[in-house]
């Protein structure tokens, strides 16, 4: 449906869990976080209703993220449910990969259509210091697996660290160049964790481009503006929360793991999708819809307005 700013919401990003098998320094506590009782996290049948109700108010793609999904008991019922609702065209999974040589055909067969797989580097010592807890070959294994499957294009988020990853943003564009891989470069928000960290670490997107000045544009796919070395198959995408925003184009809301819905990832607002009858919710997401803000309050170096980590939003 078209919000009041004339923005048609297509786009739903469900958290179906806020906990996680690593740790990134950005996103998470090292101590992790305390596993909540499983009444506080919305259920199998509350995300079918929530996807009918979306479908409803024109919903077509959803894409299913945590915490990290793959450790949500049921994620292969829940990738069912949806890709079995009418209206819904496109399910996605957004993952660290960690658990997809478990995961990867089932995802398929469930009805996923496409992985994004989260990489901030291609170094095992400091795949571990990001993570924390993670280690590369296994991320490695769990890409092996979604291409072993036929998940096709691959997409590759890196959070662009300053200090940390920038040092590798040719290693990462020379993966474009036999496969169908997109690599995408996401400036780092300032939220949670990482919300006090200091200016050097937060780099604008067009450090990708003076990194590679040989990139070309290749248009704009959703809120990245893609490039592409000459010659390579691949893409690299620079993704601009923070530097240049993309409301004016957003099409998207989030629930979170407890069932709140936001209609903006930096704002405070959230309204409670839980308890609500399938009409209840139907009514609930479109005052929501209506009442989406213009823009979120990162410009200016402010900080993310929301209260949570993002591994209870889901990015
Ligand atoms: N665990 C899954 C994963 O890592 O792909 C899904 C959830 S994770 C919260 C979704 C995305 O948010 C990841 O690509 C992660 O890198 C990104 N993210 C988390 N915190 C961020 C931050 N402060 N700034 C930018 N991106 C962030
Ligand atoms: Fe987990 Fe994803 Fe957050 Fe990393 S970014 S801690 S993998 S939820």
């Not at 098998?21 to 499983?38: A, F, Q, V």
Request: glycine share 10%.
């Amino acid at each position: 449906m078209i919000d009041s700013f004339g923005r048609n919401i297509t786009y739903m990003r469900i958290s179906v869990t806020d906990l996680c098998n690593l740790r990134c320094l950005y996103c998470m506590p090292e101590s992790g976080i305390e596993k909540r009782p499983h009444r506080d996290i919305i259920s199998v049948e509350e995300i079918g209703a929530i996807a009918r109700a979306a479908a409803k108010c024109g919903i077509k793609k959803i894409r299913l993220t945590g915490g990290e999904p793959l450790v949500r008991r049921g994620i292969i019922d829940i990738c069912r449910l949806i890709s079995a609702t009418d209206g819904i065209e496109e399910l996605c999974i957004t993952t660290n990969g960690i658990l997809l040589p478990k995961y990867a055909e089932q995802l398929r067969d469930a009805g996923v259509m496409r992985i994004n797989f989260s990489l901030d580097t291609l170094d095992p010592d400091r795949y571990r210091q990001i993570s924390r807890i993670g280690s590369l070959s296994d991320a490695l294994a769990g890409l092996d697996a979604a291409i072993e499957m036929g998940f096709s294009p691959i997409k590759i988020n890196a959070v662009l660290i300053g200090g940390v990853n920038d040092d590798e943003i040719g290693r990462f564009a020379e993966l474009t160049r036999d496969r169908d891989i997109h690599v995408r470069y996401i400036e780092l928000m300032p939220m949670g964790d990482s919300a006090d960290w200091s200016s050097e670490h937060y780099l604008p997107g067009t450090a990708v481009l003076d990194a590679l000045p040989a990139l070309e544009p290749a248009g704009v796919e959703g809120v990245a503006q893609r490039y592409r070395l000459p010659g390579y198959k691949g893409t690299v995408g620079i993704i601009t929360p923070v530097s240049s925003h993309f409301c004016g184009q957003c099409n998207r809301i989030r629930v979170t793991a407890d069932g709140k819905l936001k209609t903006c990832l930096h704002s405070a607002p959230e309204t409670n999708l839980r308890g609500l009858s399938e009409e209840e919710l139907e009514d609930t997401l479109r005052a929501a819809i209506l009442a989406k803000p213009w823009t979120h309050s990162l410009d200016g170096g402010a900080f993310s307005e929301t209260a949570r980590n993002m591994n209870e939003i889901g990015g």
